[in-house]
């Protein structure tokens, strides 16, 4: 069974960054498609961008030029660097293991909170 532990969330002004890093244990990893997710308050959990095991990526319309998808097989952990912030960013971030972008196959981690407030 594969946990998931998300970090690096955070209050950040409209216009900063923040890098979100999520550690996956298990041997799969380096296998499989790994995506992030995330859920504003009041609202359900969209897909945000996934990136291949092969570290082909692809991302939501809302998050395209602002947020990258990296991977690093050797720590079984994947990274979301978030840039150019805005309040509408508030939300829970979570990882998962991806069967296709959008389609999640594991059960969810506890999520980050991500903040942009002034």
């Known amino acids: 069974q594969v946990q998931l532990v998300e970090s690096g969330g955070g209050l950040v002004q409209p216009g900063g960054s923040l890098r979100l890093s999520c550690a996956a244990s298990?041997?799969?990893?380096?296998?499989?498609?790994m995506g992030w997710y995330r859920q504003a308050p009041g609202k359900q959990r969209e897909w945000v961008t996934t990136?291949?095991?092969?570290?082909?990526?692809v991302y939501a319309d809302s998050v395209k030029r602002r947020f990258t998808i990296s991977r690093d097989n050797a720590k079984n952990t994947v990274y979301l660097q978030m840039n150019s912030l805005k309040p509408e960013d508030t939300a829970v971030y979570y990882c998962n293991v991806d069967k296709l972008p959008g389609v999640p196959s594991w059960s969810w981690g506890q999520g980050t909170q991500v903040t942009v407030s002034s």
């Open positions: 990136i291949t095991s092969g570290g082909s990526t």
């Open positions: 298990g041997s799969i990893f380096s296998i499989n498609a």
